[in-house]
């Protein structure tokens, strides 16, 4: 049950991608912010925030995402008013360029800009006013974070970035990442201090971890990237 005065919330996923895409509204005005959506979803969103009667206001990347396209763009098309945001360390077009401090306002509510940079430059992770909830993007995952051997990554940011924006909030703040691969929905930021098998090691041993996963890169990232520069509009 949501605590009263909290805005409305949808956690919602594209499962090629295992993307989480996040809908936040203020339940009495009805303004809404999206969080890391995915054009092969649009439908099935716009659908969703017409169904609730939102009048969204921003779309938001957490960073140029690799592994899929964005549909900020498209849902501008689609939506009049809306307006697109990322870092504006990301090297990607947008209406609004964050930087550390900002906010997002929706309603009565407001999401606070932390800058989270080491999977990419422009990570950024979205805290809630009350610092109840976190949207980590790629910095931290469930039991596991953002890789870094890509797109400007560096573990030793990455780990700074956590260890310094994040688990600096409250130990029973939710942990909402942009993805999981297990199946897993939601943390804490308790629960990865003490938990993560990544994150719980020291700096040297988490740099070495990092340097050494060899990891595949994502399919679509000769696509995603560029597309993802311009708002997912890119040949389309």
């Given at each position: 049950m949501a605590r009263t005065g909290a805005p409305l919330f949808r956690q919602l996923f594209e499962s090629e991608s295992s993307t989480y895409t996040y809908l936040l509204a203020d339940a009495e005005t009805k303004e809404a912010v999206v969080i890391d959506p995915v054009l092969e979803t649009i439908d099935r969103d716009l659908k969703l925030i017409r169904e609730l009667g939102l009048d969204l206001k921003v779309a938001v990347n957490t960073h140029c995402h690799a592994d899929h396209i964005t549909s900020t763009g498209l849902m501008?098309?689609?939506?009049?008013?809306?307006?697109?945001?990322?870092?504006?360390?990301?090297?990607?077009?947008?209406?609004?360029?964050?930087?550390?401090?900002?906010?997002?306002?929706?309603?009565?509510?407001?999401l606070t800009v932390r800058e989270t940079p080491g999977h990419t430059d422009g990570c950024m992770t979205l805290v809630l006013e009350d610092q109840s909830m976190a949207f980590t993007g790629d910095t931290l995952l469930i039991r596991g974070c953002g890789r870094t051997d890509f797109q400007q990554g560096s573990p030793e940011r990455l780990y700074e970035s956590i260890h310094q924006k994040i688990f600096t909030l409250p130990d029973q703040c939710l942990v909402y990442p942009a993805h999981d691969y297990l199946g897993q929905t939601v943390s804490t930021v308790g629960e990865e201090r003490k938990f993560n098998p990544r994150l719980t090691k020291n700096l040297e041993e988490f740099v070495n971890i990092m340097n050494n996963l060899n990891l595949r890169h994502p399919a679509k990232i000769d696509i995603a990237v560029p597309a993802n520069l311009v708002c997912g509009l890119h040949e389309l």
């Open positions: 501008k098309k689609r939506l009049v008013g809306l307006r697109s945001a990322i870092s504006k360390f990301s090297g990607a077009t947008a209406d609004i360029h964050l930087s550390e401090g900002d906010t997002i306002p929706f309603g009565k509510h407001y």
